[in-house]
């Protein structure tokens, strides 16, 4: 089994920034990708980005040029650079990661975009 666990949500006011983690523990082989997703209250679950062992990356239309992803893979830990917020943004954020062909979420962290 892999633990993930996120951090670093909270409240910050349109325009501003954010820096989630997510650190995954437990046992681990070799994760592959890496991701972000959100969900809105009353909505689904939605992509954010995605990060390859590889580095390589890909992100949801919506926070390209403001959201960058990027992980450490001797460190199993993978961060969200969140700028320029807009209240659209609010939602739970998930971490999943894919490992020996399984994939693991984490319980999430909120973030919230108001004034």
């Known amino acids: 089994q892999v633990q993930l666990e996120e951090s670093g949500g909270g409240l910050v006011q349109p325009g501003g920034s954010l820096r989630l983690s997510c650190v995954a523990s437990g046992n681990i082989f070799s994760i592959n990708a890496m991701a972000w997703y959100r969900q809105g209250t009353g909505e689904q679950r939605e992509f954010v980005a995605v990060i390859t062992r590889a580095l390589a990356t890909s992100y949801e239309d919506s926070v390209k040029g403001r959201f960058s992803i990027s992980r450490d893979n001797a460190l199993n830990t993978m961060w969200l650079q969140m700028n320029n917020l807009k209240p659209e943004d609010t939602a739970v954020y998930y971490c999943?990661?894919?490992?020996?062909?399984?994939?693991?979420w984490g319980k999430g962290t909120l973030v919230t975009v108001s004034s």
């Open positions: 999943k990661a894919v490992d020996r062909g399984r994939e693991y």
